[in-house]
């Protein structure tokens, strides 16, 4: 399984940006898919997850009402449209594909992308 992230970038307080992952080597939609994000001297953190099957979506709490997680299955690609971004979102953004849970845990994927970074600047 291999997945390629990007989209990352420098952008304002207030913009967007939108992130993809593009998957291959396995089925697409037998994985669930979650992004993280690791901010410099922090832990990695969920941000976000689209359920494998039902496709029902998860979020973090410091991301709901701005962050939409989507998947296109024909295309074998998740996005992560990230609006109203703030300062505190700079990271480097990881996607990740598993067939366990929890989805909001690490713990829960087999596989992880390179990763992207996003920088908010105030």
């Known amino acids: 399984v291999q997945l390629q992230a990007s989209g990352g970038g420098l952008v304002q307080a207030g913009d967007s940006l939108r992130l993809s992952c593009a998957a291959s080597g396995h089925t697409f939609s037998r994985y669930h898919m979650g992004w993280f994000r690791q901010a410099p001297g922090k832990e990695r953190e969920f941000v976000a997850a689209v359920a494998r099957g039902t496709g029902n979506k998860y979020y973090a709490e410091s991301v709901k009402g701005r962050f939409t997680v989507s998947r296109d299955v024909a295309e074998s690609t998740v996005h992560l449209q990230m609006n109203s971004l703030k300062p505190e979102d700079t990271a480097v953004y990881y996607c990740?594909?598993?067939?366990?849970?929890?989805?909001?845990?690490?713990?829960?994927?087999?596989?992880w992308g390179q990763g992207t970074l996003v920088t908010v600047s105030s």
């Open positions: 990740a594909a598993g067939r366990s849970s929890p989805l909001d845990r690490s713990s829960g994927y087999d596989y």
